[in-house]
């Protein structure tokens, strides 16, 4: 389905701009008029992580005129196998000025708006009024939801981007003229069902493949050309090197796009999407003890079991000393709880306490009422016992 512009053309391309964008220029579906939009467009990043990173970069190279970044992070060694925009001297540095710096040493003709804040449902709607597309790089479904209500409120498309080990999913969302994030997922998964990326890993170069292709489709909006992703869900699978497109409809029953919406303002996304369940809420309240806490007991010999719940290749990276490795899917399943002891007290630990969280309620459900977790998992018990391991 092809989409009239959604910007109008700037007066004039300069001297150097022609220069720059020749290649572009020489393209028929492209071409001056197409370029001039580019210039006169304004696109919002929100990340500037695996995922904002290739978009914010090509973005830049193609001539996008102004650009604006959502980022409060700041630049961690983990993340440069795949967020490309920073650099090894950016550690420690806000993610958003890093950015930056990087957006204007590939193009110093674009213009630069930095939003160093945490979005949600007190600033979105102001920061996204500013923009004429959104390109969503966020890892989380609280956020995921967040974007896309807005943009449904706003009337604004955005591009979505998601990517979790091999695999990648691109998509365009404009309730106007289909269907809405809502539309493909009405709800998000039950808390912990779904791992991010910084539980189960991601290629690194998957964040380029999925990343150029949001790119690609805000071009094709901006410009008015092509047949944007609008009404069909792209797959990608890296390891068997496969494309699919999925038909994607708009849902007459949707909470926000749909003929009668029962969401007509934000809302309170991380209550929605229930980031840690009531249940992992509940079992932890009075039974987290703390890394120092832990540390006591071993070192005193209190009788305990302390099971890591992550992945075996987490496992490896890092571990908390005399703990073993029981995968958090193992309790889930139910096939743990019979080679629990009933003498020693249980003491779960995780990455940083969600998924303990998680399989304490499983714990505790099946009559271990003395079991604890960890706050704060291994990464807690790295930065406040053993500051020489590695954290990921």
């Known amino acids: 389905?092809?989409?009239?512009?959604?910007?109008?053309?700037?007066?004039?391309?300069?001297?150097?701009?022609?220069?720059?964008?020749?290649?572009?220029?020489?393209?028929?579906?492209?071409?001056?008029?197409?370029?001039?939009?580019l210039k006169n467009a304004k696109v919002l990043c929100v990340g500037a992580?695996?995922?904002?990173?290739?978009?914010?970069?090509?973005?830049?190279?193609?001539?996008?005129?102004?650009l604006g970044i959502v980022e409060f992070d700041e630049v961690d060694e983990s993340n440069l196998q795949r967020q490309i925009i920073h650099s090894q001297a950016d550690i420690g540095r806000s993610k958003a000025e890093s950015a930056k710096d990087t957006v204007l040493g590939i193009n110093p003709y674009v213009t630069v708006n930095?939003?160093?804040?945490?979005?949600?449902?007190?600033?979105?709607?102001?920061?996204?009024?500013?923009?004429d597309l959104i390109v969503d790089g966020t890892d989380n479904f609280a956020t995921r939801y967040l974007v896309n209500d807005a943009c449904v409120l706003l009337n604004k498309p955005y591009v979505w981007g998601s990517i979790y080990r091999f695999d990648g999913q691109a998509s365009v969302f404009w309730s106007e003229h289909g269907p809405c994030y809502?539309?493909?997922?009405?709800?998000?998964?039950?808390?912990?069902?779904?791992?991010?990326?910084?539980?189960?890993?991601?290629?690194?170069?998957?964040?380029?493949?999925?990343?150029?292709?949001?790119?690609?489709?805000?071009?094709?909006?901006?410009?008015?050309?092509?047949d944007p992703l609008v009404g069909r869900l792209m797959i990608y699978d890296a390891l068997e090197m496969q494309y699919r497109q999925v038909k994607v409809r708009k849902d007459p029953e949707c909470a926000v796009c749909g003929e009668n919406p029962t969401v007509t303002?934000?809302?309170?996304y991380e209550a929605f999407c229930g980031v840690v369940s009531d249940e992992a809420q509940e079992a932890a309240l009075g039974s987290t003890i703390t890394p120092k806490q832990l540390k006591e007991w071993i070192d005193e010999g209190e009788n305990i079991d302390l099971i890591d719940v992550r992945e075996p290749n987490e496992y490896e990276i890092v571990s908390i000393p005399g703990s073993r490795l029981i995968p958090k899917n193992d309790f889930l399943m139910g096939q743990a709880l019979q080679d629990l002891p009933q003498d020693k007290k249980i003491v779960l630990n995780c990455k940083t306490g969600v998924r303990s969280a998680e399989v304490l309620a499983v714990l505790k459900s099946a009559g271990f009422a003395d079991a604890v977790h960890v706050g704060g998992g291994v990464i807690g018990w790295v930065n406040q016992i053993e500051p020489e391991k590695p954290v990921y």
Do not use: W
């Open 114 to 131: 930095l939003h160093e804040e945490r979005l949600d449902s007190s600033n979105v709607m102001e920061i996204f009024a500013e923009y």
């Open 49 to 66: 992580g695996g995922l904002g990173s290739p978009a914010l970069m090509y973005l830049a190279a193609a001539g996008v005129g102004t």
């Open 265 to 268: 303002e934000l809302i309170d």
């Open 1 to 37: 389905m092809s989409l009239p512009p959604l910007v109008e053309p700037a007066a004039e391309l300069t001297v150097d701009e022609v220069r720059r964008y020749s290649r572009h220029l020489i393209i028929p579906d492209v071409g001056m008029d197409g370029q001039k939009r």
């Open 182 to 226: 809502r539309c493909l997922y009405p709800e998000p998964p039950p808390p912990g069902m779904v791992p991010s990326c910084a539980e189960g890993g991601v290629l690194g170069v998957l964040c380029a493949s999925i990343g150029s292709i949001q790119v690609n489709e805000a071009i094709k909006l901006l410009a008015g050309i092509g």
